[in-house]
């Protein structure tokens, strides 16, 4: 706040000063200077305290456990860091809780050979598909154990700008009734769901569908697809209202699909760069941006991809920017994800 930014030691100080009797010497390391100087930068310090303070107590600016608090009051949690878990591929039914190791991370056996990665968070969603895993337990007749496809990715806690996004869709669009806001709040409470859209009546009378994507926002699987059903609308009970859907409301669960992006661009390189330098630094941001705008924005904006390139420290130059094919913006349906299948740079 301006009023509070304005309050400095040298604004107190002169404040201060203008008290004293004109006929008293008030000149820098005078008596009376060095004796209200104290004062002075202890209340301009109190200042900034107080504007701090304040910057905590607002949601728009509220930090950490502070933005904790003012969620709860919400009815909402910061999500904490979640586990990914794997298909097992063994030769026999391994015991649930046999654990497993393959480097660098440990893992435990689910039920259905499923394997969860005991270290939570993105790490443990890194290329294992095909590794073989190191028995920790003795397991009488095991002979081949390796890793098969990601089955639901793990989760970094929530950062501080999903929260407050949350909090402010939930105060803004109030979720109650089985209304769309509130089946939206349902899908997203599930472990691993990245974003959902929901699309009512979708096939007639008492229907619902929700479309979700994983937390890495990509398409999900079918063991998440699962998850979310059996919460919001279990099998059996479908419309009964054994889940949170209310009853006589039949919820589909279905996943968000890739749409495959090709950009391409005449781009000249700064110098020190090459034009593989400039294609894996575009790659990296575009990828970003897609997850960004994930069920968010249901077009990819050539201005966005510009603006990539314009920033791009390995590009010196660019022109003829294209979307798949063209020089415009692309729509997505509304259930489709986008996915950047390739950059293709000409040097000129």
């Not at 993105?122 to 003795?138: H, I, S, V, W, Y």
């Not at 415009?328 to 740079?345: C, T, W």
Request: charge should be negative; hydrophobic fraction near 40%.
């Amino acid at each position: 706040m301006e009023l509070l930014q304005s309050q400095t030691f040298e604004e107190i100080m002169e404040r201060m000063l203008d008290r004293v009797p004109a006929d008293v010497d008030k000149r820098e390391n005078s008596v009376i200077w060095n004796a209200l100087a104290p004062a002075a930068a202890e209340l301009a310090q109190a200042y900034t305290w107080i504007e701090t303070g304040l910057d905590l107590v607002f949601v728009d600016t509220a930090q950490g456990e502070f933005l904790d608090k003012r969620a709860i009051e919400a009815g909402i949690e910061r999500q904490p860091a979640t586990k990914a878990v794997w298909q097992g591929i063994f030769n026999l039914q391994v015991p649930v809780g046999s654990r497993f190791y393959a480097e660098p991370l440990y893992f435990v056996a689910l039920a259905n050979n499923q394997l969860q990665c005991e270290t939570a968070g993105e790490e443990g969603n890194a290329n294992f598909k095909g590794r073989e895993l190191q028995p920790l337990d003795t397991i009488p007749g095991l002979t081949n154990a390796s890793i098969g496809d990601l089955l639901i990715p793990g989760r970094e806690e929530e950062d501080d700008r999903s929260l407050r996004q949350r909090y402010l869709v939930r105060v803004r669009r109030e979720a109650a009734s089985g209304n769309k806001a509130h089946y939206k709040q349902w899908a997203e409470e599930v472990e691993g769901v990245g974003r959902a859209k929901i699309f009512p009546l979708w096939d007639g009378e008492g229907t619902v569908k929700v479309v979700i994507t994983d937390a890495q926002m990509q398409p999900a699987t079918p063991q998440l697809l699962q998850k979310v059903k059996d919460y919001i609308d279990p099998i059996p009970g479908q419309g009964q209202g054994e889940g949170q859907a209310p009853i006589g409301c039949t919820a589909t669960i279905e996943s968000a699909v890739w749409k495959d992006i090709d950009i391409s661009a005449d781009v000249t390189p700064a110098a020190g760069y090459t034009i593989s330098d400039c294609a894996a630094e575009i790659s990296a941001e575009i990828e970003k941006l897609f997850r960004q705008i994930a069920f968010e924005d249901n077009v990819v904006r050539l201005s966005q991809i510009n603006n990539i390139i314009f920033n791009a420290a390995s590009v010196l130059d660019y022109e003829n920017v294209e979307i798949n094919g063209k020089s415009e913006s692309l729509e997505l349906e509304v259930e489709e994800l986008p996915r950047l299948r390739a950059v293709d740079l000409n040097e000129i």
